[in-house]
C-alpha cells in the first residue's frame, strides 16, 4: 500500500478535468476506482471535496489517497514501431520547433485508434519525440482517407492552447479538392446544416452525416450549422474540377457532405458520392475512370494560426499525395496555378 501523496500540478500542465489528470498521473487506476475515492472523500483538491470532473490546473494541489501495491504506476505498453514507419513518420515532417510538429498526413493513415486500426498517426507519433518526456500530442483531426496538414503539440500545456485555437476558429485551413462536374457559381458559400444519420451494426458502423437546409437547422433534432467557403480554381470540361475549399466550421466530414450536397462528390468518396457511379459531366458519380485514381481526392493544402509562443503567424502547406499529383499532371494542372487566398473576394 502506498502512502498518501500531496502532488502540486505543475506549469507545464493544461487546465483539465480530476479524472482526466488521474487517469494521466495513474493509468492503470480505472474510473469507477477515481469517482468512489471522490465519493468517499479520498480525493482532495486545494484540501477541498472533489468530484471526478472539478476542473483542476497549474499550482493546484491534489491529495492522492493510498494506492494498494497492485495499483502501483505502471508504463502504458506502447505500439511497436517499425523502422519503415519511423521513417515515414520524420520524412511526413513539415514543419517544427520547440513546441510545434506539422507532418503532411498520408492518405489512408488513421489519425487516431479506433475499430480494427491499429496503426495510426497518435501512436506513429512516438517517432518524433526526441528528447521530450512525452510523444506529440494530436490538436486536430482528419479522416483516415484525406491527407495533408496535421499539427501536434510537444507539450501538454501547447496542446491545451493549440486546441483552443482551433475551437475559437484562430486558425485557417485550406483544402483542395477533385469534384465531379463544375461548381456554378465559380465562388461561393456552403450553409446547410449537418445532423449524424447512424450506419449500420452495434457499433454504428458506416454512420455518415446528412445535410438539412439552413431554414430546418433550428427544427431537425441533432442538426449542427456548418459552413464551408469554395473556389472552383480550373476545370475538364464539365466532367470535373479542382476545388478549394475553407471549413468555417469543423463538423464531421463536412467538406464531403456539403460538396456532395451541392451535387458535386468529391471523387474517390464512396460514402457521399458514389462509388459505383461513373461521372459523365452531369454532376453525379464520384468516380471519374480510366488512369484516375479511385482514392479519396480531398487534400489539407495549408494551415494557418498564430504561434501560442513567438506570436508570430506561420503557414505551413503540404505538397498533393501521389494519387492526386498524378491526377493534376494527367489534366496538366501545377500546383503554383493556385492563388494564395482563393477566398479573398468573399472576405472582403
Request: proline share 6%; net charge positive.
Amino acid at each position: 500500500m502506498s502512502r498518501v501523496q500531496m502532488i502540486t500540478i505543475g506549469d507545464d500542465q493544461p487546465e483539465q478535468r480530476l479524472d482526466r489528470w488521474f487517469r494521466k498521473m495513474f493509468p492503470q487506476l480505472t474510473q469507477g476506482n477515481i469517482e468512489k475515492m471522490c465519493r468517499k472523500g479520498e480525493i482532495r483538491v486545494d484540501g477541498a471535496r472533489a468530484k471526478s470532473n472539478t476542473r483542476v490546473g497549474p499550482g493546484m494541489e491534489i491529495r492522492v489517497p493510498p494506492l494498494p501495491d497492485e495499483n502501483a504506476p505502471k508504463p502504458k505498453r506502447d505500439m511497436i514501431i517499425t523502422a519503415s514507419d519511423a521513417k515515414m513518420m520524420r520524412d511526413a515532417v513539415l514543419y517544427q520547433d520547440d513546441h510545434i510538429i506539422v507532418i503532411n498526413k498520408p492518405a489512408g493513415l488513421p489519425t487516431q485508434g479506433g475499430s480494427k486500426q491499429t496503426r495510426h498517426v497518435d501512436g506513429l507519433s512516438e517517432a518524433l519525440r526526441g528528447d521530450y518526456d512525452e510523444k506529440p500530442r494530436l490538436v486536430h483531426r482528419l479522416d483516415k482517407d484525406t491527407s495533408g496538414v496535421l499539427a501536434l503539440a510537444r507539450t501538454p500545456a501547447m496542446a491545451s492552447k493549440l486546441t483552443e485555437a482551433f475551437r475559437h476558429k484562430n486558425t485557417r485551413k485550406i483544402y483542395w479538392a477533385l469534384v465531379a462536374g463544375v461548381p456554378v457559381p465559380y465562388l461561393g458559400e456552403i450553409k446547410y446544416g449537418l445532423v449524424k444519420a447512424r450506419g449500420r451494426g452495434k457499433s454504428g458502423e458506416g454512420e455518415k452525416m446528412i445535410a438539412v437546409h439552413p431554414r430546418d437547422i433550428n427544427s431537425t433534432e441533432g442538426a449542427k450549422r456548418a459552413h464551408t467557403l469554395y473556389a472552383t480554381l480550373y476545370r475538364v470540361g464539365s466532367r470535373a474540377s479542382w476545388v478549394a475549399m475553407e471549413p468555417i466550421t469543423g463538423r464531421t466530414h463536412q467538406l464531403r457532405a456539403h460538396m456532395a450536397e451541392i451535387g458535386h462528390p468529391i471523387i474517390g468518396d464512396g460514402k457521399y458520392g458514389g462509388s459505383g457511379q461513373e461521372n459523365l459531366g452531369d454532376g453525379w458519380g464520384a468516380q471519374l475512370g480510366g488512369i484516375i485514381s479511385k482514392k479519396l481526392h480531398l487534400h489539407a493544402r495549408s494551415l494557418t494560426f498564430e504561434h501560442p509562443v513567438t506570436r508570430k503567424v506561420v503557414t505551413v502547406t503540404a505538397p498533393l499525395p501521389d494519387h492526386m499529383a498524378h491526377s493534376w499532371d494527367t489534366f496538366g494542372w501545377t500546383e503554383d496555378l493556385a492563388a494564395d487566398d482563393p477566398f479573398k473576394e468573399l472576405r472582403g
